[in-house]
């Protein structure tokens, strides 16, 4: 795409990242055996620090905006020498720097700035100084940040097995955050489960050569998306860009964050029962689980009661999302003798979701492409799983060839499965090995934006190539795609996820080589669905400005780049 | 990099060990000023703006962004009324209604305009009162513009949404902002206003740097106010009116007054020297001119073209005097209907960009010559008055006369668009004078204005269907529409492709987000 004032000047930004984790954990194990119980225990503590230090430059009026490594060492050199003469003319944390021809709102017009504070007394200013040398640019602007979080956990964990049959696990985490404000800033997260060997008590039968009972119960906290001081209220000077006419505004200080102490971490309660089983000293195993998993205190950056200082704040959500399903995994091993071998696994999970005990509604997923700006496919509402998609009812087109339906709707589906299953082949012959491995998802619903954003009459219209469908599909050249049903889609798929197949070179026993080993593996081999687009299973990260705000995305498919079928021809050696 | 110690210990170090987390639990989760500065001092919500100036910067720099913007503010006041109207060309500028809802009044709770210009407003609000708290120690000259800039966003929520929430900064997150009444919120503009007049610096009509508020551009948005106390109070107090003619003589005392010669260059940035210009921000004008040209319709700084959206209707046009259909440069047509290029007067300073309305075939000027533009499929591009039969969808890329008050005439990209001028003052004293009975004198003040638009007659007489046309004529494109049609009471009534409305939509919906974090406010009548 091109953008305004880019065309004859070139555009080009500059981003550096330095990212810096540290982490002291400490740990104490202890083991005792009394009578029959036998107890281990874990205590420890460890505390992280997570810094981010990195900076953003954009620069416009390249002096060569033909060769793109030209523009670089451009953009690079411009940047060395303007941030050379910020740090010479400003003593304090810069928070960022701008040089161009055209200064706006300024006490000079032209030349440079740099906005910053004494770490000091946190006052901030504002310094003055003339273009250098070394900006070949004609604007450049800079601006630089240093954050660094902290995480502070105690933890403890206890194993105890009681005459080998029952087995007790409790643990406790108490995880701190510097993400959150003093009221809430530590979480509690405790978790306890029991297992019982049934398959060594008297009354079981002797086909079974396992059979375990399972169930627990744990609470776990989250804090991702969390963002650096959203809690607490800072001041920094606004981001300086550089516009369309190589000019750029002297920032004034803005606000960061929203004053909120009562943040706190989000938490996922789930509670699970299952058993594992084996028969006939098991030739025949697998596991059969329940569980309910409810996640409360979501965080979300939700709209903030205007007036507010900034348009957006982070806040626990007062809902809950629930999960609830069951799994079953199944193992049999036809054979399993010295020289071959050859096992059959297969797993079938259902997940059920929905968003609970929630007031308002919140749209969600992003569509984009030209003629489609501001619209959205999913919306979050009390009632619905996530990711519902809420769109128009498309009833065909009418004589003169425009869809019919304006409205959005819960159309009942969403981009969650609600079936996964799994299917393996495990087998060997002799120095001959083979294993495949099929994956399935079933009950989602797919939103083929990009079907929605070029392929359509209008599209065509506007001299862009199109799918052969849609000269025939009885949609006018002058009508609109809007977002509707017409473009959603089942995305139902099974895929063959990996197949390999080796052999082991016999070796006679001698001391260089211990293992030799020729392989050929193939990945996403072929995949069967009726999705018309490339891939059902779409991952699309969410963008900057999008709905919902950073909010994970699913189930919209934007010319996402398909799977990639991958061979492999290996060869393993162990020496 | 990462240090891992995993320490494995006999029971015997269990006291130690102890010890040493103890000692290890001080650690601070507390985050350092490495690139912001804490808020510091008794609250931990608010104890001052650290830099009253810098603050000041941030809020004269967003309203000057929202008004470069082609969407939320201006559209909500301009695409709202019988101006503008952005049809869906195909699939181009559909984007979900947005446009479509906002010509024909049936805009939501969750239309995202609403939305963006309800955060925009209501959050500079709070940041003026945090500018004017006296924990900020503003100088009494800054308190003073960040009382204008108070007055003008919170003018702008009460005349858009007839409630405004208020925040007193000192307020946490867990206090839900009170609601003031459309009455309350106007005593409180009025009050604003009035104490901002006393501290602003003189006026300086010629100024060339009209950023910053000075005593005129205060009284200009007062007497703007005032004029529209019916709408905010039901009726006008006393002494409004009178109000409206003493801030526009007040103006004109300080040396503002109207600008003859070419109308179109009132309006050419980046500076405003002229002494018609009260108020301008430094915006760009790209996105007002570049959002109705159609794609073909090319500047060496913007090889790419517009984006052929924005287009004006007909019976806005029939406002104009002028031949019916033709408003080519040379012809009859009043100066502020502009002028269309022909083949003949394109050249490489104009590129065939005019002025006004503009409808029939385009020039642009490639390769050092003029030559008659086509559209994408090749035929000439030649824009139509007239739109597809529904008028909001269905159209092709020519449909719709095109409306222009800065031009790339002037540049591609100029700077600074134009907030407030002495013309829409001496506009507002006529109205006040037609308002209280003077018609007589009214007429005049309308026909001086008229005298200095070439090619533009005396009216004959004056009434309020007639002063509104005059405002439409002078001020068109300028954000004052919507407000101008609302006062005058026809914003509710039939235009093309809108049916008669009740009057509901003479106030937005409350945003859908606002009513969910705010149980004070209540939904708008009719949403």
């Known amino acids: 795409m091109l953008l305004n004032g880019v065309q004859g000047f070139g555009q080009g930004q500059l981003n550096n990242n330095k990212t810096t984790n540290n982490l002291v954990e400490l740990t104490l194990n202890y083991t005792k055996t009394i009578g029959k119980v036998q107890i281990e225990a ?32 451009e953009l690079k050199s411009s940047y060395d020498a303007g941030n050379a003469a910020a740090v010479g003319n400003f003593g304090g944390v810069i928070n960022n720097w701008g040089i161009s021809n055209d200064i706006r709102n300024g006490t000079q017009t032209s030349g440079g700035f740099v906005s910053g504070f004494d770490a000091g007394s946190g006052a901030f200013s504002q310094k003055y100084f003339a273009r250098p040398g070394g900006v070949t ?46 009221d809430n800033r530590y979480g509690v997260f405790p978790s306890g489960a029991f297992a019982w060997k049934l398959h060594d008590e008297d009354f079981m039968p002797e086909v079974f050569s396992t059979f375990k009972f399972r169930t627990g119960y744990g609470v776990v906290g989250n804090q991702d998306g969390l963002g650096y001081g959203e809690f607490i209220r800072r001041d920094r000077y606004s981001d300086v860009s550089v516009g369309d006419a190589r000019q750029i505004g002297v920032p004034g200080v803005s606000t960061q964050g929203s004053v909120n102490p009562s943040l706190k971490w989000e938490q996922t309660k789930q509670f699970s029962v299952g058993i594992d089983f084996g028969i006939l000293g098991d030739k025949l195993s697998g596991s059969i689980d329940y569980y309910v998993k409810n996640t409360t205190d979501l965080l979300l950056r939700a709209n903030a009661a205007q007036p507010a200082v900034n348009a957006q704040i982070f806040t626990n959500l007062n809902a809950t999302v629930e999960n609830k399903g069951w799994e079953v995994a199944l193992t049999y091993a036809a054979i399993d003798k010295p020289d071959a071998s050859l096992s059959f696994s297969g797993n079938v999970s259902r997940n059920d979701n929905m968003l609970k005990d929630f007031g308002g509604a919140l749209d969600a ?9 501001l619209a959205y496919a999913q919306r979050l509402a009390g009632g619905y799983p996530l990711f519902s998609y809420h769109l128009r009812e498309f009833k065909g087109f009418d004589a003169t060839g425009q869809p019919i339906g304006d409205n959005q709707v819960f159309v009942g589906k969403s981009a969650l499965p609600t079936w996964n299953m799994g299917f393996s082949v495990n087998a060997r012959y002799k120095s001959f090995d083979l294993a495949m491995y099929f994956s399935g998802q079933f009950g989602q619903y797919v939103y083929n934006n990009t079907a929605n954003a070029f392929f359509v009459a209008g599209s065509i219209n506007n001299a862009r190539n199109v799918t052969r469908n849609v000269l025939t599909a009885g949609e006018a050249g002058s009508a609109e795609a809007a977002v509707s049903t017409r473009f959603l889609e089942s995305g139902d798929f099974i895929r063959m996820q990996n197949f390999t197949i080796g052999y082991n070179l016999p070796l006679k026993d001698q001391k260089f080589i211990k293992k030799l080993r020729f392989y050929l593996n193939g990945q996403n081999l072929f995949l069967i669905t009726n999705y018309s687009g490339l891939d059902p299973e779409v991952s699309s990260s969410p963008a900057a400005f999008d709905l919902l705000n950073g909010l994970p995305t699913a189930g919209i498919d934007y010319s996402a780049y398909p799977r990639p079928r991958t061979f492999t021809l290996g060869l393993n050696l162990s020496f | 990099m990462e240090m891992k110690h995993n320490i494995k210990m006999k029971n015997r170090l269990i006291a130690p060990f102890l010890m040493f987390v103890f000692l290890l639990s001080s650690c601070s989760l507390d985050i350092t000023e490495s690139d912001s500065i804490k808020t510091k001092g008794a609250s931990a919500v608010f104890n001052g703006v650290p830099d009253p100036a810098g603050s000041l910067n941030t809020i004269f720099n967003d309203i000057s962004g929202q008004a470069g913007d082609q969407a939320n503010l201006y559209a909500l006041t301009e695409v709202s009324t019988d101006e503008l109207l952005v049809p869906t060309r195909g699939t181009d500028w559909g984007d979900n209604g947005i446009w479509r809802t906002v010509h024909v009044h049936t805009f939501g709770p969750t239309h995202n305009f609403v939305t963006q210009v309800w955060n925009d407003k209501n959050s500079a609000v709070l940041r003026c009162t945090e500018v004017i708290d006296p924990l900020s120690n503003a100088t009494p000259a800054q308190v003073a513009e960040a009382k204008f800039a108070r007055a003008y966003n919170m003018w702008i929520v009460l005349d858009f949404w007839g409630q405004v929430p208020f925040r007193n900064p000192k307020d946490g997150p867990e206090v839900v902002p009170s609601v003031l009444s459309r009455k309350d919120a106007y005593a409180l503009v009025v009050k604003d206003l009035t104490e901002a007049i006393a501290d602003l610096p003189a006026s300086v009509p010629t100024s060339s740097n009209k950023l910053r508020p000075v005593k005129a551009t205060a009284r200009f948005l007062l007497a703007k106010v005032k004029l529209n106390s019916n709408v905010y109070n039901g009726a006008y107090a006393s002494s409004d009116l009178d109000d409206v003619i003493s801030l526009v003589d007040q103006i004109k005392a300080d040396g503002y007054g109207l600008v003859g010669g070419n109308y179109f260059d009132l309006f050419k940035g980046p500076t405003y ?10 915006a760009g004008a790209g996105n007002r001119m570049w959002n109705s040209l159609h794609y073909n319709q090319s500047h060496p700084d913007n090889t790419g073209g517009g984006w052929n959206g924005f287009s004006t209707l007909a019976e806005f046009y029939n406002k104009f005097e002028g031949p019916a ?22 050249n490489a300073t104009n590129k065939g960009f005019g002025f006004g309305f503009q409808f029939g075939q385009m020039y642009g000027f490639k390769d050092g010559a003029a030559v008659a533009l086509k559209d994408r499929t090749g035929k000439p591009l030649v824009f139509t008055k007239e739109f597809a039969v529904s008028g909001l969808i269905g159209n092709n890329e020519v449909t719709g006369a095109r409306l222009l ?36 004198a009214a007429l005049t003040e309308v026909n001086a204005l008229r005298a200095i638009r070439a090619n533009t007659s005396a009216l004959a007489s004056l009434n309020e269907a007639s002063m509104l046309d005059e405002r439409g004529r002078e001020l068109y494109l300028e954000g004052w529409r919507r407000n101008d049609m609302i006062r005058f009471g026809v914003f509710k009534a039939a235009k093309q492709f809108k049916t008669a409305g009740d009057g509901h939509t003479d106030i937005f919906p409350i945003p859908a987000s606002a009513l969910l974090s705010n149980p004070g406010l209540k939904q708008n009548p009719g949403y």
């Open chain 2, 405 to 440: 008050k800065y031009s790339p005439a002037n540049g591609a990209f100029t700077e600074g668009v134009v907030m407030a001028r002495y013309a829409d003052a001496h506009l507002m004293k006529a109205e006040a004078l037609l308002r209280k009975g003077n018609a007589a």
């Open chain 1, 42 to 73: 874990v205590g420890g503590y460890s505390y992280q620090s997570f810094q981010n230090k990195y900076y953003w430059a954009t620069g416009r009026g390249f002096t060569d905006f033909v060769n793109f490594d030209n523009m670089q060492n």
């Open chain 2, 325 to 346: 259909n033709t408003n080519e440069i040379g012809g009859t047509q009043e100066e502020r209907r502009g002028y269309t290029h022909t083949l003949a007067t394109t």
């Open chain 1, 137 to 182: 640019l004609a604007a450049i602007g800079a601006n630089f940040y240093n954050n660094t979080d902290y995480i502070q956990s105690y933890f403890g964990r206890g194993n105890f097995t009681i005459a080998s049959k029952y087995l007790i696990t409790a643990t406790l985490r108490v995880d701190g955050s510097s993400k959150f404000g003093s």
């Open chain 2, 273 to 282: 020297t002229n002494i018609d210009v009260i108020w301008n921000v430094s």
């Open chain 1, 365 to 373: 997923g992003t569509i984009r492409g030209q003629g489609l700006s």
